[in-house]
């Protein structure tokens, strides 16, 4: 299954391997649910709430040297209250909210049969990475909640390093991790941003992106080697890589017979 050449494949987890997305919305609804039946939140406030939580994630700038994650999300939780309901602030419904939600969405982090299938068939031709960028304490609860420790032969968190992806130096950190260098490497991840171009930046073999929605890129952003729909198809790549390999090998040896005399 392995191409030659490939000695290992590096994977993102979130959207990559986990439905970290699909989770995050399972566990907003359980607070909005909560908000409603134990606070008596109106609908709207509710989800008002949680809209301003989810902006705040997204702009999220943490160091974790000068506060946990913790207390910085709770805190989240917290401005988002004040903001939508008004008054003092309520340390205590945040925290609530907070783990609700947080112990709701790793409950649903799972990686598929389907996904352990392949990479254990994947793990007899290649080494497997886990490289996911993120904080280290939410990253470990994640990798933890999904049980995917067995599947790899590497893990690594971006909060655990320097830099993070897409900065070379944490794909070189990988590499020498296995013992491989670059050019005998695939990423595989959802983000351009950040996987594909980390992947391209730390010169890597190949980079395959997963576009689950098929969507268009904007004509900015990194160009990967491959497209799949699904993580499942990367086997399929490994394989059209390896032809491709085979094909390229074959009209070179064909072009020094000729040449020969």
């Not at 917290?78 to 609530?96: C, H, K």
């Not at 609700?100 to 068939?121: D, F, I, Y």
């Not at 968190?157 to 070379?168: I, T």
Request: hydrophobic share 40%; net charge neutral.
């Amino acid at each position: 299954m392995g191409a030659p050449g490939v000695k290992a494949v590096f994977f993102d987890l979130d959207n990559t391997l986990v439905d970290t997305a699909a989770a995050g919305r399972r566990a907003i609804e359980e607070v909005v649910k909560a908000l409603r039946c134990r606070h008596r939140c109106g609908e709207g406030q509710a989800r008002a709430i949680c809209e301003k939580v989810q902006a705040k994630l997204l702009k999220e700038c943490h160091d974790p040297a000068r506060t946990c994650i913790t207390e910085l999300r709770i805190s989240h939780w917290e401005e988002a209250i004040r903001e939508t309901i008004g008054g003092e602030a309520n340390r205590s419904l945040a925290a609530e909210c907070y783990f609700l939600w947080k112990s709701t969405r790793l409950r649903h982090l799972t990686l598929a049969e389907e996904t352990r299938g392949m990479l254990t068939e994947l793990r007899k031709a290649v080494r497997l990475l886990l490289l996911t960028n993120g904080d280290r304490q939410t990253q470990r609860e994640k990798i933890e909640a999904c049980a995917c420790q067995p599947y790899f032969d590497a893990i690594v968190v971006g909060g655990e390093q320097k830099e993070e992806k897409p900065a070379p130096s944490i794909f070189h950190y990988c590499c020498d991790l296995l013992g491989v260098q670059p050019a005998e490497c695939v990423m595989v991840g959802d983000s351009l941003d950040t996987d594909i171009q980390g992947g391209l930046n730390a010169g890597l073999k190949a980079t395959v992106w997963l576009n689950k929605t098929m969507a268009t890129p904007a004509d900015s952003s990194p160009v990967p080697h491959y497209v799949i729909s699904s993580v499942l198809d990367l086997p399929a790549v490994l394989q059209k890589m390896e032809r491709n390999i085979n094909a390229k090998l074959g009209n070179e040896h064909a072009v020094s017979s000729n040449g020969a005399c």
